[in-house]
């Protein structure tokens, strides 16, 4: 089973300002690496796909970056909606979600 | 419009039976990998099962794997769980969801879910 990891646990950053989440697998997963949104009470929402690739809507504020083992998510000025928890996923070798990212505002 | 409607949960003791079904609608179903998902209260996302779209390649995390089975039948466009000797740790919101595409079949569109309590 391929293990991921997602760091730090909870991320304190103001409005505005930008905001970097990690995510690390045990193995190489190529670039097969999701990230998911999930606010209180709501289904997930997926933001990217393929390491790099904005879902459909999602805005350009939010961009991923990485391939093999190590991802990174950054939301480069963040608005009050975005305050949420964030998965990252690998979909290499069946699927694995990572523990979440709180998100919250300082 | 993508409709993805869970149903079938509840409260079950410890041991029981339990059957979920996912009803889709907006999109072309026997073109997806279909996904269950589950979310224990106030945890993370954790991956059930998956299924391709004719059935041929079927997968399941290691913590149900001999007790759950997923199935569907395309002609109903729908999805199913079947949950057997069901545990306490199996407590959670059950999501239904639909892959992205063929070549990223990581989930896209979730239903709302369903709750599933094992209780005594």
């Known amino acids: 089973e391929i293990v991921m990891t997602q760091s730090p646990a909870t991320l304190s950053v103001s409005p505005g300002e930008r905001a970097t989440l990690s995510c690390r697998a045990s193995q190489s997963v190529s670039s097969n690496l999701a990230w998911y949104q999930q606010k209180p009470g709501q289904a997930p929402r997926l933001l990217i796909y393929?390491?790099?690739t904005r879902a459909t809507g999602i805005p350009a504020r939010f961009s991923g970056s990485g391939s093999g083992t190590e991802f990174t998510l950054t939301i480069s000025s963040l608005q009050s909606e975005d305050f949420a928890v964030y998965y990252c996923q690998q979909y290499n070798k069946w699927y694995t979600f990572g523990q979440g990212t709180k998100l919250e505002i300082k | 419009e993508v409709q993805l409607v869970e149903s079938g949960g509840g409260l079950v003791q410890p041991g029981r039976s339990l059957r979920l079904s996912c009803a889709a609608s907006?999109?072309?179903?026997?073109?997806?990998?279909m996904h269950w998902v589950r979310q224990a209260p106030g945890k993370g996302l954790d991956w059930v099962s998956s299924i391709s779209w004719n059935s041929g390649s079927i997968g399941y995390a290691d913590s149900v794997k001999g007790r759950f089975t997923i199935s569907r039948d395309n002609a109903k466009n729908s999805l199913y769980l079947q949950m057997n000797s069901l545990r306490s740790e199996d407590t959670a919101l059950y999501y239904c969801?639909?892959?992205?595409?063929?070549?990223?079949?990581?989930?896209?569109?979730w239903g709302q879910g369903t709750l599933v309590t094992v209780s005594s």
């Open positions: 393929g390491a790099s």
């Open positions: 969801a639909k892959a992205h595409s063929l070549y990223s079949s990581c989930p896209d569109y």
């Open positions: 907006g999109f072309t179903f026997d073109d997806y990998v």
